[in-house]
């Protein structure tokens, strides 16, 4: 398994859902850079189950122990290690699942790569437990990002059925702020609600439900990233679609592109107030062959319903051979999407400050 990602910044991340601990190793922070550990912890809070509404009944603080790497609060320039305990397991709910593979999980194919070998507990490796390292290092990447006036900021785009608006072409700062003290972000506040009574009615089902979560990354300049290989879609695109339950990325207008003409959707150029190169729409989400316009890098990810549900489903029992049904104990979302924002946000930071220049 490789759990190693990146060159600029390099991050290693390790453990599982039920092992003693998870961390991450950051390798790459330059020396003296000065920490906001209380924005760190603020950037964990957000990921972190707390038994509401949103979010499994599981409850862990996700308070991170610096190892080493940091000293005084302040980067040394050697690698950074964060450990975060896993300190509220129940591995007896799942037992069953030694043998029974979960419809929609990656049991089975965990099962078969590492030939039975693999925890199972929670899901091992493959749980979304292990986004806590990743929320952490990527919250060290949004602040060396701040230093160079680069934001990265999301809403739900949708959930179920309910859609918010995009964002526009011009983010506006207050905008952001709104949306960063928000548990549920959206633009339309009106959607709210109906977004809340969506992940109610799966709940009381004892099922779940997907959605959408839409991210801008802000002030970043034209001329960032490569063609081909090194592209910033596809760097962006290589950890996302590390994170579990992520089955889509689209980039500004996406799909719904490819039922326009050109003339419809071409982003066309002017000179600002200011002589800033702009474009006056962003249908490409601010990367044209690869590189950055200078425009906001705006996606969107498509987050799957959560593959635990309590409703019984048909499965297979791999040490016995046999169709069996299964019932599923335990605790587990309702709905990803809310918690997943912190997440999209900080592989948006690492992934992004590969291409800053220093």
Same mark, same amino acid.
């Given at each position: 398994?490789?759990?190693?990602?990146?060159?600029?910044?390099?991050?290693?991340?390790?453990?599982?859902?039920?092992?003693?601990?998870?961390?991450?190793?950051?390798?790459?922070?330059?020396?003296?850079?000065?920490?906001?550990?209380?924005?760190?912890?603020?950037?964990?809070?957000?990921?972190?189950?707390?038994?509401?509404?949103?979010?499994?009944?599981?409850?862990?603080?996700?308070?991170?122990?610096?190892?080493?790497?940091?000293?005084?609060?302040?980067?040394?320039?050697?690698?950074?290690?964060?450990?975060?305990?896993?300190?509220?397991?129940?591995?007896?709910?799942?037992?069953?699942?030694?043998?029974?593979?979960?419809?929609?999980?990656?049991?089975?194919?965990?099962?078969?790569?590492?030939?039975?070998?693999?925890?199972?507990?929670?899901?091992?490796?493959?749980?979304?437990?292990?986004?806590?390292?990743?929320?952490?290092?990527?919250?060290?990447?949004?602040?060396?990002?701040?230093?160079?006036?680069?934001?990265?900021?999301?809403?739900?785009?949708?959930?179920?059925?309910?859609?918010?608006?995009?964002?526009?072409?011009?983010?506006?700062?207050?905008?952001?702020?709104? &949306? %960063? *003290?928000?548990?549920? +972000?959206? @633009?339309?506040?009106?959607?709210?609600?109906?977004?809340? /009574?969506?992940? $109610?009615? =799966?709940?009381?089902?004892?099922?779940?439900?997907?959605?959408?979560?839409?991210?801008?990354?802000?002030?970043?300049?034209?001329?960032?990233?490569?063609?081909?290989?090194?592209?910033?879609?596809?760097?962006?695109?290589?950890?996302?679609?590390?994170?579990?339950?992520?089955?889509?990325?689209?980039?500004?207008?996406?799909?719904?592109?490819?039922?326009?003409?050109?003339?419809?959707?071409?982003?066309?150029?002017?000179?600002?107030?200011?002589?800033?190169?702009?474009?006056?729409?962003?249908?490409?989400?601010?990367?044209?062959?690869?590189?950055?316009?200078?425009?906001?890098?705006?996606?969107?990810?498509?987050?799957?319903?959560?593959?635990?549900?309590?409703?019984?489903?048909?499965?297979?029992?791999?040490?016995?051979?046999?169709?069996?049904?299964?019932? &599923? %104990? *335990?605790?587990?979302? +309702?709905? @990803?999407?809310?918690?997943?924002?912190?997440?999209?946000? /900080?592989?948006? $930071?690492? =992934?992004?400050?590969?291409?800053?220049?220093?």
């Amino acid at each position: 398994m490789s759990g190693v990602w990146g060159n600029k910044l390099k991050i290693s991340v390790f453990g599982e859902s039920h092992s003693a601990a998870i961390g991450v190793v950051l390798d790459g922070v330059p020396a003296g850079t000065k920490l906001d550990l209380d924005a760190i912890k603020a950037q964990m809070a957000r990921r972190a189950p707390n038994g509401g509404d949103f979010s499994t009944p599981r409850k862990e603080a996700d308070e991170f122990e610096l190892l080493c790497g940091v000293m005084d609060g302040v980067a040394e320039g050697t690698p950074i290690c964060a450990v975060i305990k896993n300190t509220n397991v129940r591995s007896s709910d799942y037992a069953q699942l030694k043998d029974v593979m979960r419809p929609s999980h990656a049991d089975y194919g965990y099962r078969m790569k590492y030939r039975a070998n693999n925890d199972y507990r929670g899901g091992g490796a493959s749980s979304g437990r292990l986004t806590a390292p990743l929320v952490f290092a990527g919250a060290v990447a949004r602040q060396l990002l701040a230093q160079r006036g680069i934001d990265v900021v999301s809403h739900i785009l949708s959930v179920g059925g309910v859609c918010d608006e995009h964002f526009g072409t011009q983010i506006d700062g207050s905008l952001a702020e709104a &949306l %960063k *003290g928000e548990i549920l +972000p959206v @633009i339309d506040e009106n959607v709210r609600e109906r977004m809340k /009574a969506e992940i $109610a009615a =799966a709940r009381a089902d004892g099922d779940s439900v997907g959605g959408r979560i839409e991210c801008a990354v802000t002030g970043l300049p034209a001329g960032l990233g490569d063609p081909l290989f090194d592209s910033v879609e596809s760097v962006l695109s290589s950890l996302l679609f590390s994170v579990p339950a992520v089955k889509g990325v689209e980039f500004g207008s996406g799909y719904g592109m490819t039922a326009k003409r050109g003339s419809e959707v071409n982003d066309c150029w002017y000179f600002d107030d200011d002589g800033n190169v702009r474009t006056r729409t962003n249908n490409n989400g601010g990367v044209l062959g690869g590189i950055s316009t200078g425009m906001p890098i705006v996606f969107n990810v498509a987050i799957k319903p959560t593959a635990s549900i309590f409703k019984e489903q048909d499965t297979v029992n791999v040490a016995t051979g046999e169709n069996v049904k299964l019932s &599923l %104990k *335990g605790r587990h979302d +309702p709905c @990803i999407v809310v918690r997943a924002l912190p997440v999209i946000e /900080a592989a948006a $930071a690492l =992934a992004i400050y590969q291409f800053v220049k220093d």
